[in-house]
Structure formats: C-alpha cells, structure tokens
C-alpha cells in the first residue's frame, strides 16, 4: 500500500522547501511512517502552508501524481484544522477513491462525528499501531470497522471503537522516518531533535496533556530505556555525519534526577567516539527542590551547552493560580544561576495575555526577563486552543471572538481581557524584546539588532539569510 501524509504549517521558509530544518519535523508522522515501511507499506509526504492559499493545491496534486496513494493520512492541530479540511475536500471531490484518515491533536482532545461527513476515518489517540492494521486489512480485502482507536461512519451509523492503552514501551518502536521530510527541508545538516520520551505528569492550564492522559488507560509518562536512545543517536549520526548538535525533547527533564544522571552518563560514553563531541540541548522542567547542582554537573559533563525553561509569567499568583505551575521566582533565579556557573546557556519560555492576568501582572513578566537576561526567549501571546483549561476559562468570561484569526497565531492578540487590553496586549508583545535588552550592554546589541530585521523583514527572509550565510562560510572554508 502507498500512504501520502498531509501536514501543514506556517513556520515555514518557503513553498518548495517550506521546513528550515530537522527539528521542524513532526513525530507522530515520522512514527507511523516507520511502523508502515516496517510492514513493506510505502510512504510519501506533502508539507503544505494555508499561507500559499490556492497555490497549495499544487504541491498535492503533483505529488499524488508522481506517488499514487491509496490512503492519505492528515493530522492537525487546532488551528490548522479548518485549513486541512479544505484541503481534503478538494482531494475528496477530485480524488474519491482515495481512502482518507484523520488523526492528530486535534480530533483526540475534539472528536466529532461530523468529521466522518469530510474523512473515511478518524483516528483518536496514539496512531502507529491504528494506522499499520488499517492498511493491512484494506491491503489483505479485510473488513477494517473494528480497529481500535479508529472512528467510522458504515451505512449512515457512526462506529466509536474502544482506545487501546497507550503504548508503554516505547523501545518497541522502530526509530522515527526521517528520510520522508528531508525533500521538504531547506537545510537538512541542521541541529536534530531526539524523543527521549512521552506524556508529562503537570497539568498546567494552558496545555492539553491532562485531557490526552484521559483519553484512554495505561501508563501516560513514558521513558525510553537509555540504550534505545543512544542506539538512536548511533544511527542518526550514520546517516548525518555533519550534524554536531542534538535538541533532547522530553517534557519531564529534571523530575527524575536519576535517569537524568544516567542519560548524561550514556551521553558522555556516546561523546567519545569523536574528535569533536557533539552538544546537547533540552527543556528543564523547575519545581519546588529540584536538584539543580547535581542536575547541572550531569549535563555539563555530558557536553549540554543550553537549556531552556519555562517562566510563563514572572507573576508567582498568576503562575501558581492560572497557569498551576507551582514554583517560585526565586526558583528560577537558582536554576538559572546554577546553569551559568556551569557555561550552560538559558533560554527562557514567556506567555503574554493570558486569561485573567492584568497588564499590572504582565510587568512581572518583563521584569524577570529584564533581571536574568535570558539567552534567548521564546515569548508567544497566549493562544486559546480547544481541549485546554485556559480554553475553557476564556470561553466562560465570554472573551473568544466568534472568527478567530489562526494566521500569526501566538503572534496577534485575539483576546481583550478586563485588565489587559487587546491593544495593550499586541504592544507588549511587539516590544517585549526592546524592552528586556534596552538597558543591557554588550552582546545584547547583536539580540537587539537581530530583532529589528525580523521584525521588519520577516522570520522566512531571515532564516534564508542566516542559512544563505552559513552556506557561504562553509564553502569558503572548503577554498581555503
């Protein structure tokens, strides 16, 4: 069987080579690609953004020509789903043989029956295992209406097949495909991203990790045993000599001190193979006691040369009661202390115009960045996505507009709250950078600069440039 995977979205560089590079791509794709060739299935993919409106339906149609699918597989999140759904109507009115499924974030926290009017499917849950008995019963002329995790709609009555549990061992999986997004990727000797496990513990508000945890039974956090993972990185190194830097993604980093030790052990082993050790980075989760010397000394070893850690807001109400993130500023001052006394850059994770924070509350914020200097920070307006408590929360104060506006998602204020306004919001937001760097000397001129032409010219123009000069220099060293 020949699967085609539609994926969409606007972090793109542009149409042709839309990804600016590894870690741009999409692991629940990249799994159940594996788990289908494993079967001998082919697989293909298209990487679409809404922003190319009509022009979209080109990419599609070229490469269903060239593939020839049997089945297309999209996946979505919430605020690319309506532009999915047009796009699989036009695959549909043009392409009706094609057998259609939809999974993803998406339809797992917002299942609707609706949905099986526009797809032939819908997957809830976790989809490698789905997805593989879905193309071997249609491949092998099998009835396919009793796979669990699998929605259908049979002579006008709606099938919901019980979830299976979620898969515990992820060791069992094969590693990721990623040969199937490299012809998408602008440069594909980029930093690689490695799943060192799944699900999280927290239930911070904003988030939707406590609504997929209920969706069916069986352990939710999952680690990967740490051989697994080096064996991983052993073969990503194989096909990617080039590649010195590695991003460990993993939303409990820190909570479990001992594996974590124990992954900077495995990692330093991995390191000594080469000439030039390759470099780490990850996500530190903070809470009340965390270990960070001994934490900080492991990753250090290991060769971690930056972590990045979630503020959210520098209000500690706001955090504690809204966003149910229990820690303290002074917290993050220690951690973020900590990993500078071990030459371990920071980045920091900032969210503004969250539901029920005041303007007065926000300036907490953007004190704590002033104070610690991050790095760098990955600061976003707060977004309502559906399936999260902060979602819920807005739409009881009555503050989601009917039409929401998905495109600069994160980046646009769409909410006005009662002590914040829309416009105060879009403002704060917009010199929120400015603003943390003013006043700082030095290597904060470059951050500052930096911002200015993004600002002006654009991310994709940017990341064409940096890429267009990193090219440049490699090629001139190979002159000389």
């Not at 309506?82 to 797992?108: C, L, M, N, Q």
């Not at 989809?127 to 209406?145: D, F, M, T, W």
């Not at 073969?235 to 993993?250: D, G, Q, S, W």
């Amino acid at each position: 069987m020949r699967i085609l995977f539609i994926y969409s979205t606007t972090k793109t560089v542009n149409r042709r080579k839309p990804l600016r590079g590894q870690e741009d791509i999409y692991f629940g794709i990249s799994y159940i690609s594996v788990m289908l060739k494993q079967y001998n299935h082919q697989t293909a993919l298209v990487v679409l953004d809404r922003r190319y409106g009509t022009k979209n339906r080109k990419t599609v149609d070229d490469k269903i020509a060239g593939f020839n699918p049997d089945i297309i597989c999209y996946t979505s999140v919430f605020s690319e789903f309506e532009f999915i759904s047009g796009i699989a109507k036009y695959i549909r009115d043009k392409y009706p043989s094609i057998f259609t499924i939809i999974g993803g974030v998406h339809v797992s926290l917002n299942p609707k029956e609706e949905y099986l009017n526009l797809y032939d499917a819908m997957c809830i849950g976790e989809g490698e295992y789905p997805v593989l008995e879905l193309a071997e019963k249609i491949q092998n002329g099998e009835s396919y209406y009793n796979i669990s995790n699998l929605w259908f709609k049979k002579d006008g009555r709606v099938i919901k097949n019980p979830p299976r549990p979620f898969t515990e061992h992820l060791s069992e999986l094969p590693f990721p495909d990623r040969e199937i997004w490299q012809e998408w990727m602008l440069e594909p000797n980029s930093r690689i991203t490695v799943l060192l496990g799944r699900g999280c513990p927290f239930n911070c508000t904003y988030c939707c990790n406590h609504k997929i945890r209920s969706i069916t039974s069986g352990k939710y956090v999952r680690l990967r045993e740490i051989q697994n993972i080096i064996n991983e990185m052993d073969e990503v190194t194989k096909h990617f000599p080039t590649v010195n830097a590695f991003f460990l993604e993993i939303e409990t980093c820190g909570v479990n001190p001992d594996w974590l030790i124990a992954i900077c052990d495995a990692l330093y082993k991995f390191n000594e193979q080469f000439t030039t050790p390759k470099s780490f980075a990850t996500n530190l989760r903070v809470f009340p006691g965390i270990k960070d010397e001994p934490i900080f000394q492991s990753l250090k070893k290991a060769n971690f040369t930056a972590v990045s850690i979630g503020l959210e807001s520098g209000n500690e109400e706001v955090r504690r009661n809204i966003l149910n993130r229990n820690y303290s500023n002074d917290d993050i001052r220690r951690v973020v202390a900590t990993a500078r006394k071990y030459g371990i850059r920071v980045g920091i994770y900032n969210i503004i115009g969250i539901p029920g924070e005041t303007y007065i509350q926000f300036l907490y914020t953007l004190a704590m960045n002033q104070e610690l200097q991050p790095d760098w920070h990955a600061t976003s307006i707060f977004f309502p996505y559906e399936g999260t408590a902060l979602y819920e929360k807005a739409l009881a104060m009555g503050i989601i507009p009917k039409n929401i506006d998905f495109n600069n998602e994160r980046q646009r204020a769409i909410l006005d709250l009662p002590g914040f306004s829309k416009r105060q919001i879009q403002k704060s937001f917009d010199s929120f950078h400015y603003d943390v760097y003013k006043k700082a000397k030095g290597r904060s001129i470059v951050k500052l600069a930096i911002y200015f032409m993004q600002k002006f010219l654009g991310h994709n123009l940017m990341a064409n440039a940096k890429i267009g000069l990193i090219r440049l220099l490699a090629a001139f060293n190979r002159w000389n």
